[in-house]
């Protein structure tokens, strides 16, 4: 997924819009998942820069911060991340 939304749209959209031409890195799920397992497959996706992407989360404060890495089913592997919080604790924002 997220090969195919930095193929069909490579700058980030938010410096984009400022009208600055930033290369995007990150494949961003517009509408928080929240751990939905549906949402996070077939939720819209935006190319984002490094830098727009950590702005965009950072008003979640530093839980947010953890690892990037992902298996290679693309799901986060650091236990940490949202995604793998039991259901009844996942926050969304």
């Known amino acids: 997924m997220r090969e195919h939304q930095l193929r069909i749209e490579p700058l ?3 410096c984009d819009q ?9 494949a961003d799920h517009i509408v928080d998942h929240c751990g939905d397992w549906n ?3 077939l939720g819209e996706l935006q190319s984002l820069c490094e830098e727009c992407h950590e702005r965009k989360h950072n008003r979640l404060g530093p839980a947010l911060r ?6 290679d089913n693309g799901l986060p592997i ?3 991340h949202p995604f793998n919080k ?4 996942r926050s969304g924002g």
């Open 78 to 80: 650091d236990p940490r």
């Open 86 to 89: 039991p259901r009844g604790m």
């Open 39 to 41: 949402q996070f497959r």
């Open 66 to 71: 953890v690892s990037k890495a992902v298996d």
């Open 18 to 26: 400022r009208g600055l031409v930033v290369p995007a890195t990150v």
């Open 12 to 14: 980030c959209r938010l």
